[in-house]
Every structure is written in structure tokens, then in C-alpha cells.
């Protein structure tokens, strides 16, 4: 049976910022990167687990106010650092914590013409610990 | 150790000592005016005026 899940309250933060109020959209993708093990003999490829290879993006209206999000990533790039995304506050509701989380590129500006002012940012990397609202 | 505090609500309540846990960037958060540092000099050990050094210093 198909089931949904709605994130009417989802948390984002960013080495220890709560960019909540400011974030629209949020992903994290687990990926164990596979390695060919197929020998002969096999008659269909098979894969092996290696390095994990996660990824956390968000989507983030861009502003450049005192302690904002400009304020907060823009010492961020170029290094590793603690990502949590967080299902919901309610009791029970997940909670992934990536660790060490590089952000590589951060889009100072992302300007159109009668439009909110987006970007697009994405952690690459780490280690994701699973936990809950308690 | 260096004590923190929260400027911004962002990060906690403002005024209350941050911990940062392990992986947290603290330039970063200084650098971003989310926190403070709460670096306290400490006090210079005062001298006693004696006969040969009746002002203290």
C-alpha cells in the first residue's frame, strides 16, 4: 500500500543555522557506490557496495541580511561541515544528520527580473546518521 | 575554553551559551554574527604598595 508522507514542517540546518524559513525544497540521497565484482562464470553483472557517496541539496531563497543565509554559507565552501534535515518536530518524526558534508560551490546570485531570488546548493559527501525527535 | 553565546535565533535562544557540536564551523557562526565569543581577560594579579615600591606597580 502506497503511503505519503507530507513535510508541512520540516527542519533544514546548516552548520547549527536554521535555514528552515528560508528553504523550500530538500533532498538527501543515500548512495553506496557500486563496484563491478562479475566473474566468469556469471551470466548477469554483479555489484558490490563500496564508498558511500551521499548527496543533500536544497533550495533556499537567497538573501544577504545580517545572520542569513548569505551570512551562513558564505564562509562554508570550500569545507566539510554538519548538515541535518529533519522529517518533522512531532515526537518520533527522523532525524539525518550528515557529517562532514562538503560544499563545494555556492551561486552568489542568482538574479531574474520580477522573481524571489533562489538558489540551488548541494553538500556532497559524509556520513549520514539516522536518529528521532525524542 | 572559549564560551559562546547566541546572538541570533537562529541558532538558539539569544543569550544563551552555544556548545558547538563536533563538525560545527565556529569562525564560520563568528564570522556570520550568529554567535559570540565570550573571551573574558583575566584580571591582572594586583600589587601591594611595599616601602620599596610604595605605589604598587
Redesign the interface.
Known amino acids: 500500500m502506497a503511503t505519503s508522507v507530507y513535510l508541512s514542517n520540516p527542519v533544514f540546518k546548516v ?5 528552515t ?1 528560508f528553504c523550500t525544497a530538500a533532498t538527501l540521497t543515500q548512495t553506496n557506490t557500486a563496484q563491478d565484482t562479475s566473474v566468469f562464470g556469471n551470466v548477469a553483472r554483479v555489484y558490490s557496495s563500496t564508498l558511500q557517496d551521499n548527496e543533500c541539496t536544497a533550495t533556499l531563497y537567497m538573501t544577504y541580511g ?2 542569513e543565509v548569505y ?2 554559507l ?3 565552501v570550500g ?4 548538515v541535518v534535515l529533519q522529517e518533522g518536530t512531532t515526537v518520533g518524526n527522523k532525524i539525518w544528520t550528515v ?2 558534508a562538503y560544499l563545494e560551490t555556492l551561486p552568489i546570485m542568482n538574479a531574474a527580473l520580477g522573481e524571489i531570488q533562489s538558489i540551488d546548493i548541494s553538500f556532497q559527501g559524509g556520513t549520514i546518521v539516522e536518529t528521532a525527535v525524542v | 575554553m572559549t564560551k559562546y553565546i547566541i ?2 535565533e ?2 538558539g535562544n539569544p543569550g544563551d551559551e ?1 556548545v ?6 565556529v ?3 563568528l ?4 554567535i559570540k565569543s565570550d573571551n573574558k581577560a583575566p584580571k591582572s594579579a594586583k600589587t601591594e604598595p611595599t616601602e620599596e615600591n610604595p605605589n604598587g606597580n
Open positions: 552548520n547549527a543555522v536554521a535555514l524559513g545580517a545572520s551570512a551562513t558564505k564562509a562554508l569545507t566539510q561541515t554538519t557529517s562532514n | 546572538i541570533s537562529l541558532v552555544f558547538p557540536d563536533e563538525g560545527i564551523n569562525e564560520a557562526l564570522d556570520g554574527g550568529f
